[in-house]
């Protein structure tokens, strides 16, 4: 496997190959005395870099150019070989071959647009003052009740926690599971899940994160605030891989949840998979009702997850973080459908002590008071957006006896909120029109202040520090100042 080239999207053996193609190309129009030597040097070069590909894994971007090489190399050694055969050699005029450059050139050129346009996503860096360790933990949970899954649900879900100095050459974790095996299986699914083919989302597998999995904790002692993170419908629990890492750097314990039967793909340690089976009808109404009933699933997940980290805490479960999780201060997290979760587990259990909701809708009744600040994150609502959406989202706000806040982030879509900025198409109807990393590191920053002022109580002018990144308008509630 070839890496990226820092601030590129091709790694050092994918340029050489578009260097060599363009040379290939172009030599037609060089100088005589220069086309043979300059053929011959690009043919080289073109060997050793596509020899590599091959056996390090040619990614698709990379098709074109190579089969451009291919064609003009077979086009440039035509006149050698009809020589040799005792036959006159052809050659092309100029106003014919001029054409064929330019498309040589463009399907050339089509190679690191593409790899531009789906790069292996490249993680920033996090900001805290500690390294990011990685675990893995999987078990069963009782049914929720629903009548969704009447067999135990088991339930796999990764903690990103901070860590002590790991090795400079220790392994980062893959992107989407504990091996590359398992990160393949799951990009797979999320294209299959998203309806586009599979090949475009190849660079996932072959990305690393900046944890290291089973990195020693922390030294000093100290006990760390836990946040639970639900993701989007269909999604998993690495689409927050950067959020998650740069809450764990600044001292918090993250715990992502991958739902069985709703998450694209959960991939299990017997090596079982489990595939979605949530799909929306196109009947609104339905659609609603299918959405309440993922959502109190999801719910029971967090809180299950919740339950079972006090044992962890307590040392009757396994895991590596005994002693070191301060279930006392938890939050519920979660994008989309997986926000609507978070507030919903938390208006049910007052273990949990604030909400993060990433451009969630409420979904289910709205029920009664209760005691939770919340912060949400929405794109900017317009004309396109869902109208019930806001009016919702503020009647829940609303009904908090804590202050609470709504940030709108300018440029921003729907998976802005997540690691997708890193991989897909800079498209603005995609994932806003915002720099690939600020997205991710806007709703990284904006947690990090509310979650320092509710679970911390570390004395931060939330209003302002929200106000960095966007709109902030702020719900208190009924009888404050």
């Keep these: 496997m070839t890496e990226p080239t820092a601030g590129l999207p091709l790694s050092a053996p994918e340029a050489l ?43 698709w ?53 593409s790899a531009w346009a789906f790069p292996v996503p490249e993680f920033p860096a996090p900001s805290g003052r500690f390294p990011v360790g990685t675990e893995v933990l999987e078990w069963s949970a009782r049914p929720d009740g629903a009548g969704r899954d009447p067999e135990p649900r088991t339930l796999v879900t990764q903690l990103w926690y901070p860590a002590g ?53 922390a030294d000093g002692g100290g006990r760390f605030p836990v946040v639970l993170f639900s993701p989007g419908l269909g999604g998993v629990r690495t689409q927050n891989t950067v959020w998650a890492e740069e ?17 694209a793909a959960v991939v299990l340690s017997d090596g079982r998979t489990l595939r979605t089976r949530v799909a929306a009808t196109g009947d609104r109404a339905k659609d609603e009702a299918l ?47 997986g926000g609507a979760a978070a507030l919903q587990a938390a208006r049910q259990d007052p273990r949990f002590d604030a909400v993060v909701d990433l451009d969630g809708f409420p979904h289910g009744p709205v029920g ?28 829940v706000l609303e009904l908090s006896e804590a202050t609470s806040y709504r940030l709108t982030v300018p440029g921003a879509a729907h998976l802005t909120f997540t690691d997708a900025p890193l991989y897909l198409p800079p498209v603005p109807g995609i994932i806003g029109s915002l720099e690939r990393t ?9 947690t990090l202040s509310f979650l320092d002022a509710t679970l911390r109580r570390t004395p931060v002018d939330l209003p302002a520090a929200l106000a960095a990144h966007g709109k902030v308008t702020v719900h208190r509630p009924e009888g404050a100042g």
């Design 291 to 337: 959405a309440e009933g993922w959502t109190r699933t999801r719910a029971a997940d967090l809180r299950a997850v919740l339950s079972r980290l006090e044992r962890v805490d307590r040392g009757e479960a396994e895991g590596l973080l005994t002693g070191r999780i301060d279930t006392g201060r938890a939050a519920a997290a979660g994008h989309s459908l």
């Design 17 to 59: 190959t578009v260097l060599g193609a363009i040379v290939l190309v172009l030599a037609r129009w060089l100088p005589r005395r220069l086309r043979g030597p300059a053929a011959l040097a690009a043919g080289a070069l073109l060997v050793g870099s596509v020899t590599v590909l091959v056996v390090t894994g040619l990614r």
């Design 438 to 446: 600020e997205g991710p590191r806007i709703t990284a920053a904006a």
């Design 165 to 217: 100095r790991s090795a400079p050459d220790a392994r980062r974790a893959p992107y989407l599971g504990r091996t590359e095996a398992e990160a393949r299986t799951v990009s797979a699914a999320l294209a299959d899940y998203s309806g586009v083919p599979g090949f475009l989302l190849d660079g996932l597998p072959r990305s690393r994160s900046h944890a290291v999995p089973g990195a020693p904790v």
């Design 247 to 263: 809450l764990a750097s600044h001292g918090y314990v993250v715990v992502a949840v991958d739902h069985p039967y709703d998450s």
């Design 368 to 395: 009664d008071r209760f005691e939770q600040p919340v912060l949400a994150l929405t794109q900017e609502i317009g004309p396109g957006t869902d109208p019930d959406y806001l009016p919702r989202l503020t009647r």
């Design 61 to 113: 971007q990379m098709t074109p150019v190579v089969a451009t090489a291919a064609v003009v190399a077979a086009l440039a050694l035509a006149p050698s070989m009809a020589r040799r055969s005792g036959r006159t050699p052809w050659r092309a005029r100029w106003w014919l071959a001029l054409p064929g450059s330019v498309v040589g050139v463009a399907l050339v050129a089509a190679g690191p647009v």
